[in-house]
C-alpha cells in the first residue's frame, strides 16, 4: 500500500483526479478525519472535506502499478 497527502482545490481538481483514478486497476481511498470514501467516486469527493489535506492509500499489488497513476496526479501531492 502507497499513501500520499493530496489537495483538491477546485471542481476541475477533482474531476481531473477522478479522470485519473478512473485508470488505476487497484483500488484506492481517500480519507478525511473518519470518513473514507472510493477515490474513483467523484460524489463520494466531495462528501469530503476539501479545505484540508486528504488521505490518498493506493492498495497496488505491485510496486509497478501505480507509477503511472502518481505521475498524473503529481500537482495534487503535497507534502505534510
Known amino acids: 500500500m ?3 497527502m493530496i489537495m483538491l482545490k477546485s471542481i476541475d ?3 481531473r483526479f477522478v479522470n485519473a483514478a478512473t485508470t488505476l486497476t487497484c483500488e ?3 480519507s478525511s478525519g473518519r ?3 472510493d477515490a474513483k467516486s ?3 469527493i466531495f462528501s469530503l472535506d476539501l479545505s484540508r489535506p486528504i488521505k ?5 499489488n ?3 502499478c501505480c507509477d503511472g497513476f502518481v505521475d498524473k ?3 495534487f501531492i503535497v507534502e505534510e
Open 2 to 4: 502507497k499513501t500520499y
Open 13 to 15: 481538481d477533482v474531476k
Open 28 to 30: 484506492a481511498d481517500l
Open 35 to 37: 470518513y473514507i470514501v
Open 42 to 44: 467523484i460524489m463520494g
Open 56 to 60: 490518498l492509500e493506493l492498495h497496488c
Open 62 to 64: 505491485e510496486d509497478h
Open 73 to 75: 496526479i503529481k500537482d
